[in-house]
């Protein structure tokens, strides 16, 4: 495995690849990998000739206010596991090379990036556009791979990819949860024992929201009602928002809810703020199975 | 030549001459093609093995209240210029295709931006760059070719380029001028006969800077007042703006200047606006000459 350090690098491998007509997979993280992360890998392993994993912690899609300085790193560790997942490169950018003093070009989201975590964090998605745009120009990938627990990261860079026609296959990947059920995050290890314990609420409630939509409930204001009650009863849980959206434009449904849609919450334990979501199915394919492959 | 209309077809004939390790060079253009238009297309002819012009009047670079409307066009004769100067294909976009109704990202560009056009003309630069970014990833490119009357949309299309990693080589072609030195414009057409003659002010007046700086002066503002006084004696010439910047930030330039210095104007005849810039030369090699080619 090549560890690129520098975007002229990375430029010059990734060309060298295209002039031997290898095709090429992208596994844009921001490290502390986990088997989320590795899920991504793999699978960009198995979709091109050459795999490029990058990590880079993004400060434009942090606010000044949230866990830039906090957000965990393991880079030893993070290479010794990219290469046993198959990368065949690791980009691992520095600041002034990926936003030199006198940067000054973003990219901006519209409609898709205003509610859920975009309403919270104004300006994220403007940043994580940004980067990944940038990723996407260095390695000219024919496959990006995303995973589904920051599902409407996934449908923003979806949306940009499609409105910048970039020939680009953007790949969503299930959600990987630890075994009782928690979402893996970097973010988790920021969590102390009792929040961690805590952070079941999350997959409960919303496993919750699957049974009333296989039980009939069709009302949207009153699953959230249900959702939101199950997380209010834990003492540290502190709801940012818990919401009933169309999965693909990621717009609110209110009233009842006709065709699948997806329910995804956010809530913050002290300084950690976690992320979760499932697809509720109401086409006749349905199934009580793990539907985060949408 | 090839005349594709839909983004597919573009991108399916330019995705084939990669895979044929062909070199692409694009020209993107607005139409109502002149000899201006027509040096950069040849140039394109020069440096590439395939070479795209594109034509699209692009409205997200239109306020509402500028001139989409009556922006002269002439498609047919176009496309005969196109084939005669050598290109291999004429992209021809339809709206729809290229801005579909729930299209929803832009590309937002920073301080070299700010002043000059953009200072008047608020999100044109920013039109620019969506739409320029998106033929860049229609065509991916080798070269990309530009001219210099349009400085500030160079500077900013370079910026673009370097800020999001775009491996493109962006070429500024000196302006082509009428005999009688107007700068050749699309836009000339919209000029009544005695708006024409006295839009020869512009180049006199960018003549007279030159000359002022020949003769050893250096201080901005005496410059600026000659300039503009120059162009104020023409009744129906409306100064927008005349401003002396660094040729590479585009910073203004107040006090002495020390360095090379571009001298930018805009000016309206009736509801037309005509620009024109012309470098002043400080640096040792400096000549009298046409000194466009930056």
Chains 1, 2 share one sequence.
Request: with cysteine; charged share 25%.
């Amino acid at each position: 495995m090549l560890t690129c350090r520098s975007t002229r690098e990375l430029q010059r491998f990734c060309a060298q690849g295209r002039l031997d007509r290898q095709t090429i997979s992208l596994v844009p993280t921001m490290g502390y990998l986990h088997e989320g992360h590795l899920s991504l890998i793999r699978e960009g392993r198995k979709k091109a000739d050459l795999l490029v994993v990058s990590i880079y912690v993004n400060p434009l899609q942090f606010s000044p206010n949230e866990d830039l300085e906090s957000y965990p790193s393991s880079p030893e560790r993070d290479a010794v596991l990219c290469e046993e997942a198959g990368a065949d490169v690791l980009f691992l950018p520095g600041h002034e090379d990926l936003y030199p003093t006198d940067y000054q070009t973003t990219v901006s989201i519209g409609t898709v990036a205003d509610g859920l975590c975009g309403a919270s964090r104004p300006g994220h998605f403007n940043g994580v556009c940004t980067v990944v745009l940038k990723l996407f120009n260095l390695v000219q990938p024919n496959v990006a791979i995303f995973g589904n627990k920051d599902y409407q990261q996934l449908q923003v860079i979806r949306t940009m990819t499609r409105d910048l026609n970039l020939d680009i296959a953007v790949i969503g990947m299930p959600i990987i949860r630890d075994p009782d059920g928690v979402a893996l995050s970097s973010r988790n290890k920021n969590l102390s024992d009792r929040e961690r314990t805590e952070a079941l609420c999350l997959p409960e409630s919303l496993a919750l929201a699957e049974k009333l939509v296989l039980r009939g409930e069709r009302d949207s204001a009153s699953i959230l009602n249900q959702v939101r009650a199950h997380i209010a009863c834990r003492e540290l849980a502190e709801i940012d928002y818990v919401t009933i959206v169309d999965p693909n434009t990621l717009e609110i449904l209110s009233g009842n809810i006709h065709s699948d849609a997806l329910v995804a919450l956010a809530v913050r334990f002290g300084t950690t703020r976690l992320i979760d979501n499932r697809v509720l199915r109401l086409s006749h394919e349905s199934t009580a199975g793990d539907n985060q492959g949408l």
